[in-house]
């Protein structure tokens, strides 16, 4: 009997070395792969496992910190290597993240360092509650003989940002003061109501607007064009910080006392675009991505959180044993880290991505990473995997405070519904859950100077 079979050359299909590849022929009709969902599914169930069992976010720590808490944190816009850090004692320590040393040190004001802000030239701007603004040269090494420029104030400054391409800075205090470098004087007062202002900030892509918020809990954007103050929100709580969406130009986020971060659109006040919730206490600083779709947040009850922008709840926590109340966060430039600064005196450097690693990677390696992550975002909503990549561990007061918070908050809307149930149709109506925040938005009309 004779069989005949068929017989292919492996030349044509066996690539030769140092040679383009050539692709191997293959069927994609389905009814021959009855298995493929299930094996693509046990994939990403053991990528969404290693994920976890490499998350590392921890790096290091820069130097050997402060002595006294740090409360400001500054990072160069044109380097990817270089940020200044404030303490309570009046010290500013400019570091080298590559290396993680500081470079330089010294006493800059009597008291707490409230603001840093790096200059278009690589300078340094700083601001106390010892009334003065100070200039200062980073790359000297010897700052004995004191600051480059000295700007006086009448109250303890609060905050301080520069602009992104003009020699001119905002600072916060008992007003809301515009200033240029080469002046001693500010040029404009852009206040609103307020006793006090607690932070201020300018919007990166929208170099002329500014946002500020006050003691009196509210949000004030205003315009250095008609330099007056433009549109006011009063919330329920005070707001700690504001920063800028350096990709969507017209968003802000706002850290706020009540626990919570809301984004804001500046042309539509009356509501928020989005509430990050999970911190348990207040939450004392945030920061957006280079990217714009990821915030970090640093908050009183000793924690970091990272969350996406188009979500509710955060993506990732970050704590360690030692590290205590958290007042400042920042993004590196390149969206990869995580500076925070903590009352205790240290600076972290976290990683964004927690199972993330920065060496030279091959062809091959990335594909497979580009893989996973491919298989992670396509069966996300599973179970299993659902659940292993949300899990972390707390520490127990964080556990603790997150349930009995939630207690409350259910005792809370019981009340509310049992009132609802018991009162005239319509008279209780459901609060929103991204207006409920906001008392009142108010508008002034500025006349065109120009």
Request: aromatic share 8%; charged share 30%; with cysteine.
């Amino acid at each position: 009997m004779k069989v005949k079979t068929l017989s292919r050359s492996s030349d044509v299909y066996l690539p030769a070395r140092n040679c383009e590849v050539s692709r191997l022929p293959r069927n994609l009709d389905p009814d021959l792969h009855p298995f493929e969902r299930a094996r693509e599914y046990t994939r990403a169930l053991n990528a969404t496992k290693l994920e976890r069992v490499f998350a590392a976010p921890f790096v290091g720590q820069l130097g050997n910190g402060h002595i006294e808490g740090v409360y400001c944190i500054a990072k160069h816009t044109r380097r990817l290597n270089s940020a200044a850090s404030g303490s309570g004692d009046g010290v500013i320590k400019y570091w080298d993240l590559s290396s993680k040393e500081e470079v330089v040190s010294f006493t800059a004001h009597r008291g707490i360092v409230k603001g840093l802000a790096i200059t278009l030239d690589g300078n340094l701007l700083s601001c106390g509650m010892d009334n003065t603004v100070k200039l200062w040269d980073v790359m000297k090494t010897d700052h004995s003989g004191g600051p480059s420029k000295t700007f006086l104030g009448s109250s303890g400054f609060t905050g301080i940002d520069h602009h992104r391409s003009n020699p001119v800075f905002v600072t916060s205090s008992n007003a809301v003061q515009l200033w240029d470098e080469n002046r001693s004087k500010p040029i404009a007062d852009l206040s609103w109501g307020a006793d006090n202002v607690n932070s201020v900030r300018f919007n990166q892509t929208e170099q002329s607007i500014i946002a500020s918020t006050g003691s009196d809990r509210s949000i004030v954007i205003h315009d250095i064009r008609s330099k007056a103050p433009v549109q006011k929100l009063v919330t329920l709580m005070r707001t700690n910080a504001v920063c800028w969406n350096p990709i969507e130009a017209f968003n802000f986020a706002a850290a706020n006392e009540d626990h919570n971060v809301y984004l804001y659109d500046m042309r539509y006040l009356t509501r928020s675009l989005n509430v990050y919730k999970d911190h348990v206490s207040a939450v004392m600083d945030v920061d957006f991505s280079p990217t714009g779709q990821e915030l970090v947040t640093g908050s009183y009850d000793k924690t970091l959180r990272i969350y996406r922008v188009n979500e509710g709840h955060s993506r990732d926590i970050y704590h360690t044993k030692r590290m205590q109340r958290i007042f400042c966060v920042r993004f590196t430039m390149d969206a990869k880290y995580i500076m925070s600064g903590s009352d205790e005196g240290n600076i972290r450097i976290w990683r964004a991505e927690a199972a993330a690693r920065s060496n030279v990677k091959s062809a091959r390696e990335r594909s497979k990473l580009e893989y996973d992550a491919a298989l992670k975002e396509r069966y996300k909503n599973m179970p299993q995997i659902r659940r292993i990549s949300r899990h972390r561990h707390l520490p127990k007061p964080i556990k603790t405070a997150g349930e009995t918070k939630r207690i409350e908050l259910a005792s809370i809307k019981r009340k509310e519904d049992n009132m609802r149930r018991r009162s005239k149709k319509g008279t209780m109506p459901y609060p929103k859950e991204r207006e409920k925040q906001i008392i009142g938005v108010a508008i002034r009309e500025v006349e065109n100077k120009g």
